[in-house]
């Protein structure tokens, strides 16, 4: 943060994806999932994804972990303060300035960057979740990032159903813990699953 050109270079990155992640938009397995937390069948969705997606698709702020942030907000690194990221990514395009927050403090997608330490707070959600769970499901994840990889192993490891589904191998495959693994598609194998249900 100190050098002027790496934050530069920074929001240049970021602001190269930005419309991108602004345009996106929830698929079939967002929609599946908010439609089993209406339902109550969803204690906590814990994701390393940081587009906002489950957010925008209608996924409780209570029950969300986004463990490596979002991108759809953008926090002051001195006050925590968080905000729409469109006024400083247009501030940014316009001036070729790192915006700054009302207090001064450099301002940053939301995001865990490289070398930049998890929450501690988010953490603590995500592990209350995998000590409370009574079932977990893996979806399109080749589980090989930690500690995420880590939370749907520490409720398997209490004896609760764990499932996967994930097109390609995954790091888990030959956990013991694991009781169903269904190789495919994910958007095709999830929401179809769910509308089972009902």
């Known amino acids: ?23 996106a938009r929830p698929n079939a397995v967002h929609t599946a999932i ?14 390393q994804n940081i587009d906002g997606l489950h957010s925008l698709a209608g996924t409780s702020a209570e029950r969300l972990v986004e463990l490596h942030g979002t991108n759809t907000l953008v926090e002051c690194q001195s ?3 968080r905000g729409d990221p469109q006024p ?16 001064g403090g450099f301002l940053k997608p939301a995001t865990i960057s490289f070398g930049q330490s998890l929450d501690p707070k988010v953490l603590e959600r995500a592990h209350r979740a995998a000590s409370q769970a009574d079932l ?26 764990y499932a ?11 956990e013991p813990c694991v009781s169903l693994r ?8 999830f929401p179809a699953a769910v509308q089972a249900l009902w």
């Open 34 to 47: 908010v439609k089993l937390e209406s339902a109550g069948k969803v204690l906590a969705v814990v994701t």
């Open 136 to 161: 977990v499901v893996a979806l399109g994840s080749t589980l090989s990032v930690y500690p995420a990889a880590s939370f749907p192993l520490m409720a398997a490891q209490r004896g609760v159903p």
């Open 164 to 174: 996967i589904i994930n097109r390609g191998a995954t790091d888990h495959d030959n």
């Open 182 to 189: 269904i190789e495919g598609e994910v958007g095709e194998i």
């Open 88 to 103: 400083h990514f247009e501030y940014f395009r316009a001036h070729r300035k790192p915006p700054l927050c009302q207090c």
């Open 1 to 23: 943060m100190a050098s002027e050109a790496a934050r530069i270079e920074h929001w240049d990155y970021k602001l190269e994806g930005w419309e991108g992640f602004r345009n």
């Open 79 to 81: 006050c925590r303060r």
